[in-house]
């Protein structure tokens, strides 16, 4: 049974606020379709919902409690919490329940891999006793706060993930978790719609440092071309131990090898200057690479980094990052690889590698859609893709500036492109030979992931991850 560790004498005292009823919790929600019994419920008021009109609905699906700025009719007498402001009551509540957390705590943030690192650090640190992780990918101003009042506070460790698209978001976020450790996975060109160049980027992830206990620990990626940079930032914050990881010779936690196995890949990595083999059920270098993040943020936790490398065999990455599924779509049997959660510069380079590994006899295809909110120099991050393609058989392309893309393939490769992520099922279908690899990778705006869900529906078994 969940242990309660949310009380209406808590909740008041955190927020000042009054409860109309005496109630308990172990757990909190912003959604009352995701109610399923012992939550408190935060009614947040948003530019096109109020969550005030579904406190009831809440309440009858379970919910212990709700927390409201004004008594919906007919609840005079309800478990409801009442306060001024509902959003800044999920913070203070969220403050309170950090101050009496006993475990360690671990904040990651990057351009890409974040969930990747979180849900590796998830499994990893379960392993060696309780664990909290950021659910899906809750990790800006509500969802963070939402996480931490989520977050037993008698749990070993906690793991949360800190998201941005601009300037200032991450200061405050972090400065709530107050992490005893951060990870940076990488500094790419993502969002770059809200910045001026990839640097400011990199000043923005680097507000991850900010939050950072007296001795917390900062883990950055050596071989990022803003390295110096991060470092810099670490200095200003006071950030006294840093960790490094990459293939750079001055990583602490450096890649030395990789060794491709027919279901995965057996990674060895220099820690501190002791050698460590460890074994991961799918394949690609930039997973590798992040895989010593996870093990230097086993480090800094202080758990067991020779329990935590014989973990990572157990790995599976979350929906659409990158696994693969033996497909069998009306007598044409291939091996999908779905890699379309969302996408970005690095992120598709990323997944080509994978793509030419993966595939072993029959042809590589990838079916790509749009990659959004790169600002004004879209177009040439499109073009720029064709130098990693030039080894991947077929492309087919869609939405958007993916046009720019398809014009700039060799006339061999070149598939069609068409304007809407759905309309790419006839042309696979027409293209398609057993044997063949395909990718399916974009922007989650682009809608190519239905194009992942649609064949997935023709898979035979899940295979190992292809990343």
């Not at 096109?48 to 709700?66: F, I, P, R």
């Not at 992490?179 to 923005?204: C, G, K, M, Q, R």
């Not at 030419?356 to 029959?362: E, P």
Request: with cysteine; aromatic share 6%; proline share 4%.
């Amino acid at each position: 049974m969940s242990v309660m560790f949310w009380k209406a004498t808590d909740a008041e005292k955190a927020t000042g606020g009054k409860s109309l009823a005496p109630w308990q919790a172990n757990r909190a929600e912003i959604d009352s379709r995701a109610i399923k019994g012992g939550e408190i419920f935060f009614a947040l008021k948003g530019e096109n919902v109020d969550g005030h009109k579904y406190v009831k609905s809440a309440l009858e699906k379970g919910a212990s409690a709700a927390v409201v700025s004004e008594i919906p009719k007919g609840l005079e007498r309800a478990p409801l919490l009442v306060v001024d402001d509902v959003e800044k009551a999920l913070w203070d509540l969220a403050h309170f329940n950090r101050a009496r957390a006993r475990g360690k705590l671990i904040g990651i943030t990057g351009s890409v891999g974040k969930t990747g690192t979180k849900e590796a650090l998830k499994l990893l640190l379960s392993a060696q006793g309780t664990t909290y992780a950021t659910e899906g990918n809750y990790n800006n101003h509500l969802g963070v706060p939402l996480s931490l009042c989520r977050f037993d506070p008698a749990s070993d460790f906690g793991i949360f993930e800190m998201g941005m698209n601009h300037a200032n978001e991450i200061r405050p976020l972090t400065k709530l978790v107050q992490p005893h450790a951060i990870i940076i996975t990488n500094v790419e060109a993502v969002h770059l719609e809200f910045f001026n160049s990839v640097a400011e980027i990199a000043d923005a992830k680097s507000e991850i440092m900010e939050g950072l206990l007296p001795e917390g620990i900062a883990i950055l990626p050596a071989d990022s071309a803003h390295k110096d940079r991060l470092l810099a930032h670490a200095k200003k914050s006071g950030v006294k131990m840093i960790t490094l990881f990459g293939a750079s010779p001055d990583a602490d936690f450096g890649l030395m090898e990789i060794q491709e196995k027919n279901d995965g890949q057996e990674i060895t990595a220099n820690i501190r200057g002791t050698k460590l083999s460890y074994f991961m059920p799918f394949i690609g270098r930039h997973i590798a690479l992040n895989s010593l993040a996870v093990l230097a943020g086993i480090e800094a936790l202080e758990a067991n980094i020779q329990k935590a490398a014989l973990t990572y065999k157990q790995y599976t990455p979350a929906e659409g990052r990158g696994s693969s599924y033996y497909i069998d779509w009306e007598g044409i049997r291939f091996t999908l690889i779905d890699d379309s959660y969302n996408a970005s510069p690095a992120s598709m380079r990323a997944s080509f590698a994978v793509l030419k590994s993966k595939a072993k006899n029959g042809r590589t295809i990838a079916a790509l859609g749009e990659m959004r909110e790169l600002g004004k120099d879209s177009v040439q991050f499109h073009k720029d893709l064709a130098d990693g393609l030039k080894d991947i058989d077929l492309v087919l392309t869609a939405a958007g500036n993916m046009q720019h893309l398809n014009a700039a393939l060799s006339p061999a490769q070149r598939g069609p492109h068409l304007e809407k992520a759905e309309d790419l099922l006839p042309a696979l279908k027409s293209v398609l030979k057993t044997g063949d690899t395909l990718l399916v990778k974009g922007s989650h705006g682009s809608h190519i992931y239905k194009i992942a869900e649609k064949l997935k529906t023709y898979a035979l078994s899940p295979a190992r991850s292809a990343s």
